[in-house]
């Protein structure tokens, strides 16, 4: 599905927010060692830069070539363009050996995935029996009651059909979602995990994010545009009902997390 984001890359860059702190080092902390991560789906790198201060080495995959062109140049970081799918042969000329990661996480991307086949890769690439996989989603975003209101009007209905039917695994929390693997030390469950990210938007910055979204994407190309005057000037009254420009504004995030055992 990253066809759905190509048109959008640069506003994906720019509106989607950036990942916790507390939650790349809740992973890291069930991990046994910090030398090599994958960051699946890693777009224009948001958590690949994350992981980069944690991990001696990152592998950061994308099957978008735009998408990856917004990420970060770091010195640890190495960008990989692949295919959707990937034979054990190019597994390992593209990311790494068998058993040679520690920790595979893919941010806001597991519910677009042919999952059994991206597990079979996870197992194959993951250290036995501590490697860990750790995907997370966040929900829509917390502003005000006024702003929620008219968001979650346009999310659950106005929206709702140019949504592709795996984005009710995000609605759901990632509760549902397959996920065939042992709960990590500490831990009795695979999750979710909620974490919390926080991000100083205007107006502007709010609607680069609406913009950045699948559905509006999709809605577009039948000829339809969600963010029209009208629904514009409803956002502009509930938005500066507080006088404030510039909000904090907080987005749910939920982990599912799980090591991959002697598999």
């Given amino acids: 599905m990253a066809e759905l984001f190509i048109k959008q890359a640069e506003q994906y860059a720019e509106g989607r ?6 939650l790349f080092e809740f992973i890291a ?5 910090h ?3 994958w960051d699946v789906g890693t777009g224009s790198g948001q958590a690949a830069r994350s992981l980069a201060g944690i991990y001696k080495n990152v592998i950061a995959t994308d ?14 970081v190495r960008y990989q363009l692949t295919p959707p799918t990937m034979s054990s042969a190019e597994l390992e000329r593209n990311v790494a ?22 597990y079979q890769q996870v197992k194959w690439v993951l250290k036995k029996p501590h490697g860990v996989i750790a995907a997370w989603c966040y929900t829509p975003p917390k502003i005000n009651d006024s702003v929620e209101a008219l968001f979650k009007t346009f999310h659950f209905v106005s929206v709702d059909p140019y949504w592709d039917a795996s984005h009710k695994l ?8 397959d996920f065939p693997f042992e709960p990590v030390e500490g831990a009795d469950h695979t999750g979710p995990f909620e974490f919390v990210t926080e991000r100083l938007m205007d107006l502007d910055d709010y609607f680069t994010f609406f913009r950045s979204r699948s559905a509006y994407q999709i809605a577009r190309e039948k000829g339809v545009e969600q963010l029209s005057n009208d629904v514009i000037e409803e956002f502009k009254h509930a938005w500066n009902e507080d006088g404030l420009d510039k909000k904090v504004v907080k987005f749910p995030v939920y982990l599912r997390i799980g090591r991959v055992g002697n598999l």
């Fill in 170 to 177: 995000m609605d759901d929390m990632y509760r549902n979602i």
């Fill in 97 to 118: 050996p068998q058993s040679s990661i520690d920790v595979v996480t893919v941010a806001q991307a597991l519910h677009w995935f042919d999952l059994p086949n991206f």
């Fill in 35 to 37: 030398d090599l991560a």
């Fill in 29 to 33: 902390s069930k991990t046994s060692s």
């Fill in 17 to 22: 927010p950036s990942y916790p702190q507390q």
């Fill in 63 to 76: 099957t978008s070539p735009k998408q990856l062109s917004f990420a970060p140049r770091l010195p640890n």
